[in-house]
């Protein structure tokens, strides 16, 4: 085992001095007057004067005011924080004309799908064909506050309607075509569109799923829509009654511009998981968005021309966001489409190989994955231009660092990254100025004020605590839609802590300020008065050969019996009776003696939201007794039949 903390990797001086964090720190130094030798140093700055940090790197970035703002933060109360009153601006023309400047004919994108097809488009081409959406959208009366919907995969087509629909100021959302008809209604119902975008059909797995008859449900349950496009992606003669068709109108020339919208002016709506009862619609806004993930990407991830950015995402989730945000700071990005396992483990390697991709992001699970499966990119594919890897979705375990170090490349920062889709971004994270250990996260990010809090809501160090941010950042939502009061956006994230956000992790923070995610708060495993986040229990379950995945759920707060259960996914020719004993032994030595679960079971797969993260509360609502569509709504899940053998098991012990 990999031990917590072991260096892995450290920036030297020349890695150091070309980094863009700092730059921006000699920036600050020349025009703002900020000295700042450490990282620790400009975060603790960043913090204690938040309207100066959000400002200076708004001048550092070159950010386009069409109104300048009369301040930065005029209100720093949470909920309810102003940011950059009186300023306008457009998110789309930063994505299309980013300040750091690119050479038009050079490459904005790069696209590959599972079964070959590819494509690049300049950034000439870019901007003619938002130019022509956008003229389309305004042939069918959308403008300012219109929501536009799409059922559209991670391809060009996504990231050219959603730029054509800011560039309106009209409010954009996307769902990925593999969710089910009721997983998509759920949505888009909420917010109803104006105009939807869909594909014909997807691939997946080397298999074709044609989705019109999706489509058509969705429509008749959208009276609002005025206009359906068709974007071909199966077949490029497809069909679809009643609806204008996406080749038809890219070839039309037209003029771009942009809509000076305000700084908190909506401009996506991203959903949260609706395990539990209908996804809440997050409204996040044009300029918190655009300076967020300008940060983000130029500051942590020392991302700009040159760099080819890559995230394994679909369209309906924030990664997604995040990628296309890779134009804002001038690189190309990466988009991929389908099975990233297809046609074996190795696909999204021999991409990076294919493209030259400098920033390879994907999930903690993808890298584990490969773990386990003995792939060796490093030697079997050309790697050198990836200069970092990002990792997200799940706490990463010591080993999973060690193998991208041991296996992918010795000189590469390797950032685990943690946020949500109710920000759009990470506030915790790597940066290129900081040395990587296994199973921490290096540090708390520019301009997030992360604590962990006690029981008691007091800020503790080296020790696990409830994760919560006690200032604003400018990417929080502005809202969830149909919520005119604001209570239900109180509700989730400031009831526990009057005007502190709680974000729902565990979390420790080190005396050198990295940090450990331990998993959500709301699924800890409490024994006898010891607690432990799941990430931990995965970390040690996970390594034994034979497991292939896991699920623990705790009962003691659901009324059955107060039992630890353990149930695992096994890999074909293993047998529950070959690791069982082995199992109990790890964790009593690994974790705790009062962790060895009561009872270890097998299952073919583990429940997982359409994101793919384990549904460890549904799973512990059902053993408790409720019944299952009220513990979760069968259309989040990406496999929904994976909760039979807890809806069975609840009976049994009923």
């Given at each position: 085992?990999?031990?917590?903390?072991?260096?892995?990797?450290?920036?030297?001086?020349?890695?150091?001095?070309?980094?863009?964090?700092?730059?921006?720190?000699?920036?600050?130094?020349?025009?703002?007057?900020?000295?700042?030798?450490?990282?620790?140093?400009?975060?603790?700055?960043?913090?204690?004067?938040?309207?100066?940090?959000?400002?200076?790197?708004?001048?550092?970035?070159?950010?386009?005011?069409?109104?300048?703002?009369?301040?930065?933060?005029?209100?720093?109360?949470?909920?309810?924080?102003?940011?950059?009153?009186?300023?306008?601006?457009?998110?789309?023309?930063?994505?299309?004309?980013?300040?750091?400047?690119?050479?038009?004919?050079?490459?904005?994108?790069?696209?590959?799908?599972?079964?070959?097809?590819?494509?690049?488009?300049?950034?000439?081409?870019?901007?003619?064909?938002?130019?022509?959406?956008?003229?389309?959208?305004?042939?069918?009366?959308?403008?300012?506050?219109?929501?536009?919907?799409?059922?559209?995969?991670?391809?060009?087509?996504?990231?050219?309607?959603?730029?054509?629909?800011?560039?309106?100021?009209?409010?954009?959302?996307?769902?990925?075509?593999?969710?089910?008809?009721?997983?998509?209604?759920?949505?888009?119902?909420q917010i109803e569109p104006s105009?939807?975008?869909?594909?014909?059909?997807?691939?997946?797995?080397?298999?074709?799923?044609?989705?019109?008859?999706?489509?058509?449900?969705?429509?008749?349950?959208?009276?609002?829509?005025?206009?359906?496009?068709?974007?071909?992606?199966?077949?490029?003669?497809?069909?679809?009654?009643?609806?204008?068709?996406?080749?038809?109108?890219?070839?039309?020339?037209?003029?771009?511009?942009?809509?000076?919208?305000?700084?908190?002016?909506?401009?996506?709506?991203?959903?949260?998981?609706?395990?539990?009862?209908?996804?809440?619609?997050?409204?996040?806004?044009?300029?918190?968005?655009?300076?967020?993930?300008?940060?983000?990407?130029?500051?942590?991830?020392?991302?700009?021309?040159?760099?080819?950015?890559?995230?394994?995402?679909?369209?309906?989730?924030?990664?997604?966001?995040?990628?296309?945000?890779?134009?804002?700071?001038?690189?190309?990005?990466?988009?991929?489409?389908?099975?990233?396992?297809?046609?074996?483990?190795?696909?999204?390697?021999?991409?990076?190989?294919?493209?030259?991709?400098?920033?390879?992001?994907?999930?903690?699970?993808?890298?584990?994955?490969?773990?386990?499966?003995?792939?060796?990119?490093?030697?079997?594919?050309?790697?050198?231009?990836?200069?970092?890897?990002?990792?997200?979705?799940?706490?990463?375990?010591?080993?999973?660092?060690?193998?991208?170090?041991?296996?992918?490349?010795?000189?590469?920062?390797?950032?685990?990254?943690?946020?949500?889709?109710?920000?759009?971004?990470?506030?915790?994270?790597?940066?290129?100025?900081?040395?990587?250990?296994?199973?921490?996260?290096?540090?708390?990010?520019?301009?997030?004020?992360?604590?962990?809090?006690?029981?008691?809501?007091?800020?503790?160090?080296?020790?696990?605590?409830?994760?919560?941010?006690?200032?604003?950042?400018?990417?929080?939502?502005?809202?969830?839609?149909?919520?005119?009061?604001?209570?239900?956006?109180?509700?989730?994230?400031?009831?526990?802590?009057?005007?502190?956000?709680?974000?729902?992790?565990?979390?420790?923070?080190?005396?050198?300020?990295?940090?450990?995610?331990?998993?959500?708060?709301?699924?800890?495993?409490?024994?006898?008065?010891?607690?432990?986040?799941?990430?931990?229990?995965?970390?040690?379950?996970?390594?034994?050969?034979?497991?292939?995945?896991?699920?623990?759920?705790?009962?003691?707060?659901?009324?059955?019996?107060?039992?630890?259960?353990?149930?695992?996914?096994?890999?074909?020719?293993?047998?529950?009776?070959?690791?069982?004993?082995?199992?109990?032994?790890?964790?009593?030595?690994?974790?705790?003696?009062?962790?060895?679960?009561?009872?270890?079971?097998?299952?073919?797969?583990?429940?997982?939201?359409?994101?793919?993260?384990?549904?460890?509360?549904?799973?512990?609502?059902?053993?408790?007794?409720?019944?299952?569509?009220?513990?979760?709504?069968?259309?989040?899940?990406?496999?929904?039949?994976?909760?039979?053998?807890f809806v069975e098991s609840a009976a049994a012990r009923a």
């Open positions: 085992m990999t031990d917590e903390g072991e260096l892995l990797w450290e920036p030297d001086a020349e890695w150091i001095a070309r980094a863009r964090i700092t730059d921006f720190g000699r920036w600050l130094a020349e025009h703002a007057g900020v000295s700042a030798s450490t990282y620790d140093e400009l975060w603790r700055w960043s913090i204690a004067d938040l309207g100066a940090f959000w400002s200076g790197l708004a001048q550092w970035y070159g950010l386009r005011w069409q109104t300048p703002p009369t301040t930065a933060l005029a209100d720093a109360a949470m909920p309810g924080a102003r940011w950059f009153p009186g300023g306008t601006l457009n998110y789309a023309e930063h994505a299309l004309y980013p300040p750091c400047g690119v050479e038009k004919d050079d490459v904005a994108v790069h696209f590959a799908r599972e079964d070959g097809l590819g494509a690049t488009l300049t950034w000439r081409e870019l901007r003619t064909r938002v130019a022509a959406i956008r003229a389309a959208l305004v042939e069918q009366g959308v403008g300012r506050g219109d929501r536009v919907a799409a059922l559209v995969p991670n391809a060009p087509e996504a990231l050219i309607a959603m730029l054509a629909t800011a560039s309106l100021g009209a409010i954009w959302s996307s769902c990925s075509p593999d969710f089910g008809a009721q997983a998509v209604a759920d949505r888009f119902t105009v939807l975008f869909a594909v014909d059909g997807y691939l997946y797995g080397g298999r074709a799923y044609d989705i019109r008859a999706t489509v058509e449900a969705l429509r008749a349950e959208l009276p609002t829509l005025r206009a359906t496009v068709l974007v071909p992606y199966l077949d490029d003669a497809a069909t679809l009654p009643d609806s204008l068709r996406w080749p038809d109108l890219v070839a039309v020339p037209a003029t771009l511009a942009f809509e000076p919208m305000p700084f908190d002016a909506p401009m996506w709506v991203l959903y949260s998981s609706g395990t539990t009862g209908l996804p809440k619609p997050i409204l996040h806004c044009h300029g918190g968005i655009l300076i967020e993930h300008a940060k983000q990407l130029s500051l942590h991830l020392d991302l700009g021309p040159g760099d080819r950015f890559f995230w394994f995402s679909t369209t309906g989730w924030m990664m997604w966001n995040l990628l296309v945000s890779g134009l804002v700071v001038g690189s190309s990005i990466v988009l991929y489409d389908g099975n990233p396992a297809h046609p074996g483990p190795d696909a999204l390697w021999a991409l990076a190989e294919r493209t030259g991709i400098t920033c390879f992001g994907v999930s903690a699970p993808f890298l584990q994955a490969g773990m386990r499966a003995g792939l060796h990119p490093g030697t079997t594919f050309d790697l050198s231009r990836i200069r970092s890897v990002g990792s997200t979705g799940a706490p990463l375990p010591p080993e999973g660092f060690a193998w991208v170090y041991e296996e992918v490349g010795r000189e590469l920062m390797l950032s685990s990254l943690s946020g949500g889709t109710d920000v759009c971004t990470a506030f915790v994270g790597g940066a290129p100025n900081l040395p990587v250990r296994a199973g921490e996260i290096p540090c708390r990010m520019l301009g997030c004020d992360v604590q962990a809090f006690d029981a008691d809501g007091n800020p503790v160090i080296d020790a696990v605590g409830e994760l919560v941010i006690t200032q604003p950042m400018p990417s929080m939502p502005v809202g969830f839609w149909n919520d005119p009061d604001g209570s239900r956006l109180r509700e989730a994230y400031f009831e526990p802590y009057p005007g502190v956000w709680r974000h729902g992790d565990w979390i420790k923070i080190t005396e050198s300020g990295s940090c450990v995610i331990y998993g959500r708060s709301d699924s800890t495993l409490n024994r006898g008065g010891v607690r432990m986040g799941t990430a931990e229990f995965y970390r040690v379950v996970e390594e034994l050969p034979g497991i292939a995945d896991s699920l623990v759920i705790d009962t003691s707060a659901a009324g059955s019996g107060g039992q630890l259960l353990l149930y695992v996914v096994l890999d074909r020719g293993t047998s529950l009776d070959d690791v069982r004993e082995e199992l109990r032994t790890r964790i009593r030595s690994d974790l705790s003696p009062r962790h060895v679960p009561d009872d270890i079971v097998a299952i073919a797969e583990v429940p997982r939201t359409l994101n793919g993260k384990k549904c460890e509360v549904p799973v512990k609502r059902v053993l408790a007794g409720v019944p299952l569509e009220q513990a979760v709504s069968q259309g989040a899940l990406k496999n929904p039949d994976a909760m039979t053998p």
